[in-house]
């Protein structure tokens, strides 16, 4: 950016190359940035970058009040300038307001300028969507969504509502998606074709259930995996195939297992020979001894790429107490490991890093 900043001081003009200014300004604080937005033109436009990067579109969970969802509405689509910030988009609309006729119309009117505003964010790449599914609005924005055509080229795209509900034209009119996540859908799936040219960029798949993953991952250049739901023994073979249906190598891997952790990711040892990253939701056994953790360690050594490792314990209990013995276990049976990542929250996640050549870890302190 070549336009200079000149700023409102005592004497000669302060000049300041606002190219830098644009650098330092994703450093500032959300109420600086409100009021340096009140400066001048040009300032108000940096400024919106980042106030206006990701915005949340959503009602009060179970009340029919829709007032802060229409004020940003009204703010996206009477300035253009600002539309053209928006980066990601979160939609949430669950409030049951389908129990109450008598907001039908202004839902509809709602739901009207979100598709509105949609179509005014070409720089938009990622979109998370999320609906009550009962209720006339929830049809209204499938329906909208699969006739609309859209600026946009998203690279990422979440939500609750799967194909089978309506919205396989809009996926289609979304060939650039690489991230594609299924929220809280855990049937199981009619069997759709999703032939080659169906989401071919995709790079990430996550799903409620491992068939749905299976259908996603076949024929696709897919190198991240996660299945939400409870994996159980039964369903390894089919998760394993799914990996080899992949037409490049698995790097990443999320898995949810209660129990039988070690037997789990032992029949998958020979699906991911490249796997870097791998994020488990359990917790290990309660009663689990000694011999037990050096049992599960050695199956993770198994994984000879494996750099990180995420633990997200359901109950804490059990897993606590053989945390140093399952890290001072991991330090000599992973050679490539670096990084075990306890918790599944990123602001209270307790974060490990590999010390060398001692093998100890080294707790990382959060900075301000």
Avoid at 103 to 113: Q, Y
Avoid at 186 to 195: A, E
Avoid at 261 to 285: C, D, F, N, T, W
Wanted: charge should be negative; proline fraction near 5%; glycine fraction near 6%.
């Amino acid at each position: 950016m070549q336009t200079i900043y000149q700023a409102p001081t005592v004497g000669s003009p302060f000049l300041f190359p606002f190219d830098i200014l644009a650098i330092l300004l994703r450093f500032v604080d959300w109420e600086t940035l409100r009021v340096l937005g009140r400066v001048n033109r040009d300032l108000h436009y940096e400024t919106n970058k980042y106030l206006w990067r990701r915005v949340g579109l959503d009602t009060p969970i179970g009340c029919p009040d829709t007032t802060i969802l229409e004020s940003k509405l009204a703010l996206i689509l009477h300035d253009p300038r600002r539309a053209n910030c928006v980066r990601e988009l979160d939609i949430a609309i669950t409030s049951p307001i389908a129990e109450r006729p008598l907001f039908f119309d202004d839902e509809g009117n709602i739901i009207h300028r979100i598709l509105r505003a949609l179509l005014q964010l070409p720089k938009l790449h990622t979109l998370h969507l999320y609906v009550v599914s009962h209720g006339n609005y929830h049809r209204q924005l499938v329906n909208g969504l699969s006739a609309g055509i859209f600026p946009f080229r998203l690279i990422s795209f979440a939500s609750n509502i799967d194909v089978e509900d309506g919205l396989e034209p809009f996926l289609r009119s979304q060939p650039s998606i690489e991230e594609y996540e299924i929220l809280y859908n855990w049937r199981m799936s009619n069997r759709i074709p999703f032939s080659g040219n169906f989401l071919p960029s995709l790079r990430r798949v996550r799903a409620g259930n491992v068939h749905r993953v299976a259908e996603l991952v076949s024929g696709r250049a897919v190198h991240a995996i996660s299945v939400a739901s409870e994996l159980r023994l039964e369903g390894v073979p089919l998760l394993a195939t799914a990996i080899l249906s992949s037409t490049v190598d698995v790097t990443e891997l999320g898995l949810a297992i209660r129990q039988g952790i070690r037997q789990h990711l032992e029949l998958l040892v020979p699906a991911v020979p490249k796997l870097r990253v791998l994020e488990v939701l359990s917790s290990l056994e309660a009663n689990m001894v000694l011999e037990d953790v050096k049992e599960l360690v050695g199956v993770l050594g198994s994984f000879e790429h494996l750099e990180i490792m995420r633990w997200s314990p359901r109950e804490s209990a059990g897993f606590w107490t053989r945390r140093p013995e399952f890290m001072s276990a991991c330090a000599s049976a992973c050679h490539s490991l670096h990084t075990i990542i306890f918790g599944s929250s990123d602001e209270t996640a307790e974060r490990y890093v590999r010390q060398w050549p001692s093998d100890g870890w080294l707790l990382e302190t959060k900075t301000a």
